[in-house]
């Protein structure tokens, strides 16, 4: 097969594997060089010693047409001690209290259901079902995130979530009314093994919910910066349902969200459930990512052309403010800022310094560019000529936080999908 710039390219590194149907992966989605993980912030006492880069190889499978990483870290190595809290983002809290309303509604939810979330994080979630007083299990291998839920009232689990667990959780009685599980599922390299233990959690008519970012949304919307080490899989519905399927889990219901730059939220039971109907939504999300050429490899082959062109893009801006003296520093240190930065080429010299209203990464530094981590307040007190927003997905909250910058003629700088001055 001959290779071009814009195709989907067979795969010439020793063979790999799918992670969820065993298929040997051949063709290359997008391939965005080298990068460290995104979520390991140096600190200056580390700042005399390397960091460990891996490849940014994304394959996509000819046979299920998952979208998939190489697992190069294990999930021990990545979330036992985790930088990523929830609870610092208002948006996603306000977006998780509605979820918790809807739901409590749509399943009648009480004192005697019971709920659990896998991935769970700093109680971000579970902690409105607790105001309710609907019993709660969060279950977060990251003792230093899972320390904070037990803070605000929430039980919690440190410990990784697979069949394992769930067996134990089911043989003692502790199966759920509803399942949730927000962005997680990309974050696991045993995927069947996962999907298993979600189903035996489940009570026979319980839902489980599970919110991703919606491959058909990251090819549309150029969202190359959402593919990092730490995501291991890439979902469409269609590859969702397949999987899903092949554990005995039926999917019913699908709702689009606009978090994470456009996601899912799909609801299931398992397959022997009667009390949940499909919905049209299903259908209709198929029908979408059908249009958009998903169901077939030939869908896959234009992204990494689309992915150069917005490279070229930011650099060249970057580079123009440089010459012209003016100051950039950016705002946030998302996960996502990793890729961006690394497959951009993009350090210091363009980018003087980042803020995160996050203390835990404050006074840090990016991982491998060594861009220095502020508290936001740096940003009144150094003016900057522009703000680059590294976390796009949340540049509404951000501007209206940082609204002050206009005093001085300040701008904003949204890099994805295509760079854009506000």
Not at 86 to 92: C, H, N, R, T, Y
Not at 221 to 244: A, M, Q, R, V, W
Request: glycine residues 6%.
């Amino acid at each position: 097969m001959t290779t071009t710039a814009t195709s989907v390219h067979t795969n010439t590194s020793p063979a790999l594997s799918c992670r969820f149907c065993g298929d040997t992966l051949r063709r290359t989605f997008v391939d965005l060089g080298m990068s460290p993980l995104c979520e390991t912030y140096p600190s200056v006492d580390d700042l005399a010693h390397g960091e460990m880069y891996y490849p940014l190889h994304v394959h996509v499978c000819e046979k299920c047409l998952l979208v998939q990483l190489e697992q190069f870290e294990s999930p021990e190595n990545i979330f036992s001690d985790y930088a990523y809290f929830a609870s610092f983002s208002d948006s996603w809290l306000k977006h998780c209290e509605s979820y918790c309303a809807k739901m409590t509604s749509r399943l009648g939810l009480d004192q005697d259901s019971f709920v659990i979330e896998v991935a769970s994080n700093d109680g971000y979630l579970l902690q409105y079902f607790v105001q309710r007083r609907i019993p709660v299990l969060g279950i977060e291998p990251a003792a230093n995130v899972a320390k904070v839920a037990v803070e605000k009232g929430v039980p919690t689990l440190v410990q990784f979530f697979g069949t394992a667990l769930a067996r134990r959780l089911a043989d003692e009685g502790r199966c759920a009314d509803l399942v949730a599980g927000n962005n997680v599922l990309a974050q696991v390299p045993a995927l069947n093994d996962f999907v298993e233990g979600l189903k035996l959690v489940l009570k026979p008519e319980g839902v489980l919910t599970l919110e991703f970012p919606h491959l058909l949304r990251l090819i549309e919307h150029n969202e190359f910066d959402t593919i990092y080490h730490e995501h291991f899989s890439y979902f469409s519905l269609f590859s969702t349902i397949k999987i899903l399927e092949a554990h005995g889990l039926k999917v019913f219901d699908v709702e689009e969200l606009k978090s994470h730059g456009g996601s899912l939220r799909v609801y299931a039971c398992r397959a022997s459930a009667r009390s949940h109907a499909v919905e049209a939504g299903v259908e209709k999300v198929l029908s979408d990512e059908a249009n958009a050429g998903l169901h077939e490899i030939a869908g896959y082959e234009c992204f990494a052309m689309q992915v150069r062109a917005t490279k070229f893009a930011l650099v060249e801006f970057l580079l123009s403010a440089a010459k012209a003296g003016k100051k950039v520093a950016g705002y946030g240190a998302p996960g996502k800022s990793a890729t961006l930065l690394h497959y951009c080429g993009i350090g210091r010299d363009l980018i003087e310094y980042t803020v995160d209203r996050s203390p835990y990464k404050q006074g840090r530094f990016l991982p491998g560019t060594r861009i220095p981590i502020y508290h936001p307040d740096r940003i009144r007190e150094t003016k900057p000529d522009y703000v680059v927003i590294l976390p796009w997905n949340l540049k509404d909250e951000i501007v209206a936080q940082l609204d002050f910058i206009r005093e001085w003629g300040g701008q904003f700088v949204v890099p994805i999908p295509k760079v854009s001055v506000l």
